[in-house]
């Protein structure tokens, strides 16, 4: 416990300094804004879903036998193009103003629309004690198709959540510029749902079933 208390005590250090540094200065409400509607996002994960399901938690910490390896160079190549989202938009409205000239009310929107897609993935992650950091099959778990929640409706609701978040907090800190790897962003989420779905219906019991009836993976009349 206390380890992991240290960890957060560290990570929220980092959130609310980093960013800052990176930008050069501090006056950037959207930034503020967009820390303080994440760290929400991550505490009343804690509060509401963690607490409640230690298991998922501890899948999404330490992750099982199994995983894919194409989704951990997936995992590697994400984390790296958001990462240079992130500094890419801090250096552009805080430093070089390279594109900081989004208009206030898409900035606006776009802060609205990060919140609706946290929020999104974080009904996902309510309903799905599955809902690992990696694709595979959780045998060890009990693993088995969830069918509630945002997955009446879609059959990734998660990566839905993601792949309109990180775009959306884009816009928000006022960046033009920090679309194009956001973009990519979009891009690798529809990759990582087309695989984990073909991955799923070959080896989930039951999914080729609930694929039949849910029709959609990300965008319900589209795809």
């Not at 036998?65 to 590697?76: E, F, I, M, N, S």
């Not at 390279?98 to 629309?113: N, R, Y």
């Not at 919140?115 to 309510?126: D, E, N, P, R, V």
Request: aromatic content about 14%; glycine content about 10%; proline content about 4%.
């Amino acid at each position: 416990m206390a380890k992991l208390i240290l960890k957060g005590i560290v990570g929220a250090a980092l959130l609310a300094v980093g960013p800052f540094l990176i930008a050069g200065r501090w006056d950037l409400p959207f930034v503020w804004a967009i820390l303080v509607i994440y760290v929400g996002f991550l505490l009343l994960s804690w509060f509401l879903v963690f607490r409640k399901d230690p298991d998922l938690l501890r899948e999404r910490q330490h992750s099982g036998p199994g995983a894919k390896q194409w989704d951990r160079t997936w995992l590697a190549v994400y984390s790296l193009i958001l990462l240079g989202t992130l500094v890419l938009a801090l250096l552009d409205v805080g430093r070089l103003h390279w594109s900081d000239t989004v208009p206030l009310w898409l900035q606006l929107t776009g802060l609205a629309g990060f919140t609706l897609a946290l929020s999104f993935t974080g009904w996902a992650i309510g309903v799905n004690t599955f809902f690992s950091e990696v694709v595979r099959i959780q045998t060890d778990r009990g693993h088995h198709v969830i069918t509630a929640g945002p997955y009446r409706f879609v059959r990734h609701p998660g990566y839905l959540g993601n792949l309109v978040a990180w775009p959306c907090m884009a816009l928000a800190t006022g960046s033009w510029w920090a679309l194009l790897p956001a973009g990519v962003i979009v891009l690798l989420y529809i990759l990582r749902t087309a695989m984990e779905d073909r991955t799923l219906r070959e080896e989930l019991s039951g999914y080729a079933e609930y694929a039949q009836r849910t029709r959609y993976r990300l965008i319900p009349g589209l795809w």
